[in-house]
């Protein structure tokens, strides 16, 4: 049988099998070890328990589960409603300022959690009702939450740019400077969004509530600066040569505990277990993810499937740019139906070489992967962020939260655009601070 027919027999099980119901994880695993058996024998499940544990064998995998405890140590206090007020406060006389409070308190709380549910979830049940109670349209309201939700997967340090680094063996360091000035165009372009659409349907939302006075507006913040000082810590010592990824994450979650212990009070035990069970929980099914990516793509390597399908791409005679559009549409319905993670273990080493070969940067094409990833975030049939806001305000319906969130992800678009236009908005930062790789 052709290698091409082997691929897309296995991809059209794992669909099939993720259909069901079953873990990505375990779908994988279940493709992979059928294939190795049918085609190679079952001498080849020798190489099964190897090949996964070497998929997780990684030190700088250590950063993942570090990165998660102080994204639900943050999660679990008040600081994202906190957050939210503070920038409410500042920018209140500002037209749309508080879709731009939300959107603002979005990026800053990506930037801790690294999660776009917990980031939907902490921000919105503060904002969303908040915003209903000033005369905010439903859509808008909702939709500005779901979409601000997702830059939790770009801005640094995220999980997710970790997972690239380490199934493309490029550097995490420069894919978190990769990700900031993208990270802040979208946002950028999100509040411009907001600002338009007030503008345009002549609201003005001033009007409805009075202005904070000094005191108002400083008190708030000694329980936000500290949070955002980690952020800046973490990124000065990662680029400063002071701490590798894993040392600053540890370092980062010690301080992100020991931040909601002494501003929020949580110290029961029982608080604190629940911050470490889920961090845990999240953590394995990472880890299980990555660890089963690499047996599937240990099973696609070893049956030339890999190979096959790079060659075929590469002797395509299109333009670069053409191939690049293709390859953003293929991600795009991946993401739609995959969450980031799984759909980064199982496409990007693929990808990579043909990416190489067509003379792209790597660290540019992360952050294009990462920001089709977040549009399926705000998508059906998965859409989580979309059912995660739903949550919050059940008497919205899905079709009302996913019409606010479609022009943001035309705003994604308009980024993803604009970053094809302009590499250097990705790539000049992690040159400036590291050099041109070798």
């Known amino acids: 049988m052709e290698p091409i027919t082997i691929g897309i027999l296995a991809a059209i099980l794992i669909i099939v099998l993720l259909a069901t119901g079953m873990p990505v994880a375990f779908g994988l695993g ?27 064998a990684e030190f700088s995998l250590v950063s993942i589960p570090m990165f998660i405890v102080m994204g639900a140590a943050v999660a679990s206090s008040p600081a994202g409603k906190d957050l939210f007020e503070a920038l409410d406060r ?26 776009s549910p917990a980031t939907c ?9 908040e915003m209903q109670k000033r005369g905010y349209p439903d859509s808008l309201a909702t939709g500005s939450i779901a979409a601000g939700g997702t830059l939790g997967i770009l801005i ?54 009075g202005a904070f006075s000094w005191k ?44 909601v212990a002494v501003i929020y009070k949580i110290v029961h035990p ?22 089963s990516s690499a047996l599937f793509a240990y099973t696609l390597s070893s049956l030339f499937v890999t190979q096959s399908i790079a060659e075929y791409i590469a002797g395509l005679e299109v333009n670069r ?12 319905v991946a993401g739609f139906f995959l969450p980031p993670v799984a759909v980064i273990v199982m496409t990007a080493p693929i990808l990579l070489p043909i990416i190489l070969t067509a003379g792209f940067d790597p660290y540019w094409f992360a952050v294009i992967l990462t920001i089709n990833m977040e549009i399926g975030l705000i998508t059906p049939p998965v859409g989580l962020n979309l059912y995660v806001i739903n949550g919050i305000v059940p008497d919205i319906s899905l079709p009302t939260i996913l019409k606010g969130a479609f022009p943001f992800m035309l705003c994604m678009v308009v980024g993803i655009i604009i ?19 070798q």
């Open 419 to 437: 970053l094809c236009l302009f590499p250097e908005i990705a790539t000049w930062l992690p040159e400036k601070v590291m050099g041109l790789e």
């Open 156 to 209: 640094p340090p995220s999980v997710t740019m970790i997972v690239y680094g380490i199934s493309t063996e490029t550097s995490i360091g420069r894919l978190f400077l990769a990700g900031v000035f993208p990270g802040l165009l979208l946002t950028t372009l999100f509040m411009a969004w907001a600002i338009y659409y007030a503008w345009r349907n002549g609201f003005d939302f001033r009007a409805k509530i």
């Open 270 to 291: 029982k608080k604190i277990w629940a911050i470490m069970s889920d961090s845990t929980r999240e953590s394995v099914m990472i880890l299980m993810i990555i660890g």
């Open 30 to 56: 279940l493709v992979s070890i059928v294939f190795l058996v049918i085609f190679e024998g079952v001498d080849s499940l020798s190489v099964v328990a190897d090949t996964f544990f070497a998929g997780i």
């Open 90 to 115: 500042w920018l209140t006389r500002v037209p749309g300022g508080l879709i731009i409070s939300n959107i603002g308190a979005c990026s800053v709380f990506a930037a801790l959690s690294g999660s």
């Open 121 to 129: 979830a902490a921000i919105g049940k503060m904002g969303i009702p």
């Open 216 to 259: 108002q507006k400083f008190e708030i913040l000694p329980r936000v600066l500290p949070f955002l000082a980690i952020i800046i810590g973490i990124l000065f010592v990662l680029y400063g040569g002071v701490a590798t990824p894993s040392e600053a994450a540890g370092v980062g979650a010690l301080f992100c505990l020991i931040l």
């Open 321 to 332: 740019w053409a191939l690049m559009a293709m390859i953003n549409v293929f991600l795009l």
